[in-house]
């Protein structure tokens, strides 16, 4: 009879710790969920301020600005679309 009560606690025991380490790992799987939608909605918000800015630009009329701000911005997505942006 001692030893199944020293089971019984064991076995709780291990119970608890694995509840603790599922509920950790869901907490954990939640803040990493946030911060990738944060970062996505950064990167969203850095591609509109790059377009209305690409867009501004391009009602000035002046190419030479224009790629001065690419080179500003650091973009390197545009550029793979170049020769199509410059065809049209």
């Known amino acids: 009879a001692r030893h199944k009560a020293e089971i ?8 608890d710790t694995w509840e603790d380490k599922q509920r ?5 799987e939640e803040q ?3 911060a990738r939608k944060e970062v ?13 800015r690409l867009d501004a630009l391009r009602k000035l009329g002046d190419l030479g600005v224009t790629l001065q ?6 973009s390197r ?6 020769p199509e942006r410059l065809a049209s």
């Open 77 to 82: 997505e545009c550029c793979r679309a170049w």
């Open 8 to 15: 019984e606690a064991l076995e709780a025991f291990m119970k």
């Open 40 to 52: 996505e909605r950064a990167n969203e918000q850095r591609l509109t301020e790059q377009q209305r």
């Open 69 to 74: 701000s690419f080179v500003a911005l650091g």
């Open 24 to 28: 950790l790992s869901k907490e954990h």
């Open 32 to 34: 990493r969920e946030m």
